[in-house]
């Protein structure tokens, strides 16, 4: 595993969100499923833990219950390298009850947000006066059209 992994917190659709993960992204696998054990906090046997690997970076996803909720304050970033790989997992993303939120976020269906951007944005964004135009556009979108980008 990782020195330093991504954890997250589901009420009870751990392993169901993984495997809707693991179904989006290439090179992407279940490595590992805990139940709970007689005695805890949850029914014996329920899904505890789903060690997961995105694109070869390793995750862990909790049914810890309805305590804590996904905000934006955390967000996982697909960098992509045209516009059909931002159509892709724009649209994989939102299926299902995702919702299309600005500048390229959106939220899945399970809450977790996600910014799908074109890898090139730094570079898009470096000289301030290009910046300036290219934030001016990607206010207007939700997902990102990497033409009007580049044209800014």
């Known amino acids: 595993m990782d020195r330093i992994s991504t954890f997250l917190w589901f009420n009870d659709q751990a ?5 809707f993960y693991v179904s989006i992204f290439k090179n992407s696998k279940l490595k590992q499923v805990s139940r709970y054990p007689e005695g805890g906090p949850a029914p014996a046997g329920k899904v505890m833990v789903v060690a ?34 931002i159509d892709f ?12 939120v600005q500048c390229g976020w959106l939220k899945d269906k399970y809450g977790l947000s996600w ?8 570079k898009l964004m470096a000289d301030p006066a290009r910046g300036k135009r290219v934030m001016a556009e990607v206010m207007k979108m939700k997902k990102l059209d990497l ?4 044209e800014a």
Not at 58 to 85: R, W
Not at 147 to 150: F, G, L, S, Y
């Open 115 to 122: 910014q799908v951007v074109p890898r090139s944005i730094g």
């Open 89 to 100: 997992y724009w649209e994989k993303l939102t299926s299902g009850g995702g919702q299309e």
């Open 52 to 85: 997961f690997e995105l694109d070869g970076r390793e995750y862990l996803a909790l049914n810890g219950g309805p305590m804590f909720k996904f905000t934006e304050a955390i967000s996982l970033v697909v960098q992509c390298d045209s516009q059909d790989e």
């Open 147 to 150: 033409k009007r980008m580049e």
């Open 15 to 19: 392993e169901e969100a993984a495997n």
